[in-house]
């Protein structure tokens, strides 16, 4: 069984944390990266805290202090934009005006440098958020690997592109350009591999960047400063650490920012966009809310449901935007399906992210466990009951996964994205009555369908596609393979981010014109020849 004190035992005490985990000192960074230079930073500094505590004397627990970043305001936000503006120069500067065989150069390099510093990010995304040693690693490699394949994509896109076009009479060149300035944030959850997933498209297709970290997971990115400053020209990417609501709105009312690449909060997107003067010159790249819900038909596989479920519903403690927040089982299935999931919850390693086989690790804040604490609260006060032993015990920032049920309309756990280690389950008669749990929810990212019935799950998929960007047959929901499209309905996105989509998310197609004469094809040649246009060229990225 779990309790506080149980809990409180799993934190280390002084000394009992492995050598080979520790950071080797507290990374309290005073310098930022504005027009390619450093800035020292004298002024108030924000303690980043660690999820993980650490046992005191006295038996009590404390977060433990990681190190510190700057807090900035409108002034060095003003800075940081105004160095993007000009490194972009109205499409002038070196940077959008850059043959895409030379960004990519410049991004591989970059590369290069950010493999150099494996071990230390891995340990610092360990640190700042408490994710597992090994999905740590996995996040830090699978971001290396989208970078490669976007790489890859950009030069099979700029190959495609590299060639002349005729059409009733008119010779034309089409190839996809940068948007301006972007604006990118990136979410705590995966502030590596999410953050990169927009700014590296943005940067490939030769936007400048304004990079603001998240609020969890900011120190994570001190070891690529210098990667930044070396790989790009000038100003292409500038960094601003500060509160988001107090630079965020003062940047876009400025009417300098292109594109907001945001993933986080579908309130605060409606609230940024509507801060640009000109709302249609403002285009929104946006990965927001999901509360994707799993419908178990009656002749669902229970052992591959349950499996499924408990990975969807808890990896990484619940904390993604895939994850599992609904599951919605027909009745028939629903004491068996309960009496098996809490089995297997009991069955989860709980404890710090270095321990090998752990499934469940500190939250990122005590406010994390106190809304997790309060959205059973009430469910139980509007009828729900806790049914597995332990669950929704905590102490400081370890939760205990809780299965809730029933879970009904009118419960924060109906309708809220809890983004945590909680299991909400409600029980259906009528499959009308889980589709439409899906079809007047606010969120339309995914959902996952556990049944065998192919007359059935066929049914289902055509509303469901119609309601949400992804339907997973028995499997969870998921982001992966990056190749895919992954997107979302409702308040759940805007635009589509993937490998391909990403670099069209953040480019527009232009072109060059010419009618179909003797003279227009020979001014095209000699400007081919000539190597005159880097827009104007028929050459081959091998």
């Not at 909400?424 to 019935?453: C, K, R, T």
């Amino acid at each position: 069984m779990r309790d506080t004190e149980n809990l409180k035992q799993l934190f280390p005490g002084a000394n009992e944390i492995p050598l080979e985990h520790r950071l080797a000192s507290p990374v309290h960074q005073r310098t930022y990266l504005v027009g390619g230079e450093f800035r020292a930073w004298g002024g108030e500094c924000k303690t980043v805290l660690s999820p993980i505590c650490e046992r005191q004397a006295d038996g009590s627990v404390r977060q433990m202090e990681i190190g510190s970043y700057p807090v900035m305001g409108e002034a060095e936000s003003d800075a940081a934009l105004a160095a993007a503006v000009s490194a972009y120069d109205s499409g002038r500067g070196e940077w959008p005006t850059m043959p895409v065989a030379k960004r990519i150069a410049c991004m591989q390099d970059f590369v290069r440098q950010m493999v150099a510093q494996r071990q230390e990010i891995v340990h610092l995304i360990m640190w700042e958020i408490g994710k597992s040693l090994a999905d740590s690693q996995k996040e830090f490699d699978r971001t290396v690997e989208y970078i490669v394949a976007t790489i890859e994509a950009l030069r099979t896109l700029d190959n495609n592109a590299s060639r002349f076009e005729i059409a009733e009479g008119t010779i034309g060149q089409i190839r996809r350009t940068p948007l301006g300035v972007v604006l990118c944030m990136g979410p705590y959850n995966y502030p590596l591999n999410e953050t990169f997933a927009t700014l590296i498209p943005a940067l490939l297709m030769g936007n400048t960047v304004v990079f603001k970290p998240p609020q969890y997971g900011t120190l994570l990115f001190w070891p690529l400063m210098q990667a930044f400053c070396s790989a790009f020209p000038r100003g292409v990417i500038n960094t601003i650490y500060a509160p988001g609501a107090v630079v965020v709105p003062h940047m876009l009312a400025s009417g300098k920012i292109g594109v907001l690449a945001l993933i986080g909060s579908s309130k605060v997107a409606d609230y940024l966009k509507k801060q640009h003067p000109k709302s249609h010159r403002l285009r929104a790249v946006l990965g927001l809310d999901a509360k994707n819900a799993a419908i178990v038909l009656p002749d669902a596989d229970l052992d591959l449901t349950v499996r499924e479920c408990l990975l969807g519903a808890l990896s990484f403690n619940g904390q993604r935007c895939t994850a599992l927040k609904m599951l919605i089982v027909h009745r028939s299935l629903v004491d068996e399906f309960l009496r098996r999931i809490t089995k297997a919850v009991g069955q989860l390693k709980i404890g710090m992210p270095w321990e090998q086989g752990v499934s469940i690790t500190p939250l990122p804040g005590l406010h994390r466990t106190a809304y997790m604490t309060e959205a059973i609260e009430d469910a139980k006060a509007k009828g729900a009951q806790v049914v597995n032993q332990g669950g929704g015990a905590y102490c400081a920032t370890l939760y205990y996964p809780a299965v809730v049920y029933p879970v009904k309309e009118g419960m924060k756990l109906y309708r809220e994205e809890q983004f945590g280690p909680l299991v909400p389950v409600m029980a259906y008669d009528d499959v009308e009555e889980a589709l439409e749990y899906v079809i007047s929810s606010d969120h339309g990212q995914q959902v996952s369908v556990f049944g065998n019935d192919p007359v059935q799950i066929g049914a289902l998929v055509d509303p469901l596609v119609n309601q949400v960007c992804r339907v997973n047959l028995n499997c969870q929901c998921q982001r992966g393979p990056d190749v895919f499209p992954f997107a979302g309905r409702k308040d759940s996105a805007e635009g589509t981010l993937s490998v391909n989509d990403a670099l069209r998310a953040f480019s527009i197609r232009s072109m060059v014109a010419a009618r179909q004469t003797p003279a227009s094809k020979r001014l095209l040649d000699d400007i081919v020849r000539d190597h005159c246009s880097n827009f104007i060229n028929t050459g081959f990225i091998l």
